[in-house]
């Protein structure tokens, strides 16, 4: 009886829509960045597509994350095509010189005012290891935008994967 009871009430609970399904819409985003690294051995494959390309592969040399040059205030954005409640973000570390995301603020909003570098805060990246992943939770922020800012300093931005979860449906 128990049983029947419990698949019962879940079979209700998914009815009724509350198993969400998530998913990362910046797979299908466009995304772009300040500047590109400026040396011809490695520009080609620092592009900011790499970094919503899927793959988080934390190896610069293996061509799927985004790399802006040195530059002061460096940013990456993806467009997500029209604003979504975002409920949590996943970015990928590069796996060597990873302190240099230190501080980044996550920003997300509808306004490309400064290349979207004023939309409001999500999260800031304290630190994330060399080569992992971390998720900043964004309570439904809603967006079109997501940005990455390193603000205030002159250093290099680099992306190995970014994701942008969601549970609204198109």
Not at 122 to 134: E, L, R
Not at 150 to 169: A, F, M, Q
Request: charged share 15%; net charge positive; glycine share 8%.
């Amino acid at each position: 009886m128990r049983m029947i009871f419990l698949h019962t009430v879940v079979l209700l609970w998914i009815l009724c829509g509350v198993s969400a399904q998530y998913r990362n819409v910046a797979l299908h985003g466009r995304a772009t960045q300040s500047t590109i690294i400026n040396d011809v051995r490695y520009g080609f494959q620092s592009a900011a597509i790499n970094a919503i390309d899927g793959n988080q592969d934390p190896s610069f040399a293996h061509g799927s994350c985004s790399h802006t040059d040195v530059q002061l205030s460096p940013w990456w954005r993806v467009d997500l095509l029209k604003p979504y409640k975002i409920a949590y973000i996943k970015v990928t570390n590069r796996n060597s010189y990873g302190y240099r995301i230190n501080g980044a603020e996550i920003l997300i909003g509808n306004s490309l005012s400064n290349n979207g570098n004023h939309n409001p805060r999500c999260s800031v990246i304290t630190s994330i290891p060399d080569g992992a992943t971390q998720t900043f939770y964004c309570h439904g922020m809603a967006g079109r935008y997501v940005n990455i800012i390193i603000r205030g300093k002159t250093e290099c931005l680099h992306l190995c994967e970014v994701e942008v979860w969601t549970n609204d449906s198109d």
